[in-house]
Nanobody, 123 residues
Framework: QVQLVESGGRLVQAGDSLRLSCVSSGRTFSTYALGWFRQAPGKEREFVAAISWSGGRTSYPDSVKGRFTISRDNAKNTVYLQMNSLKPEDTAVYYC????????????????WGQGTQVTVSS
């Protein structure tokens, strides 16, 4: 069983940076691939970033590539999402997710989910 708790979301201005954290309970955190997704009001949940169990592989969609960085600290059971040069269109609830397989870009590829943290970017 993997429980995920996100934190770090808040109101920021366009151009600002923000780091989200997601802490996991359980002893098997290091064996799971992790992902970040976001969902804006009225829109589908979309892929933001993924990282392999070792941290050696990452992937991003073009919409955030070069601005967002996913990383993990297996000793702390934590995955991070560093977001730079934020834009109003980045406003959404951000979710972290875990699964034993790396590389999923669709929500259905992940079994465990956190409750989400709100990020609001004002113009």
């Amino acid at each position: 069983q993997v429980q995920l708790v996100e934190s770090g979301g808040r109101l920021v201005q366009a151009g600002d940076s923000l780091r989200l954290s997601c802490v996991s309970s359980g002893r098997t955190f290091s064996t799971y691939a992790l992902g970040w997704f976001r969902q804006a009001p009225g829109k589908e949940r979309e892929f933001v970033a993924a990282i392999s169990w070792s941290g050696g592989r990452t992937s991003y969609p073009d919409s955030v590539k070069g601005r967002f960085t996913i990383s993990r600290d297996n000793a702390k059971n934590t995955v991070y999402l560093q977001m730079n040069s934020l834009k109003p269109e980045d406003t959404a609830v951000y979710y972290c997710a875990a699964d034993q397989r790396y590389g999923g870009t669709y929500p259905s590829a992940y079994y465990y989910w956190g409750q989400g943290t709100q990020v609001t970017v004002s113009s």
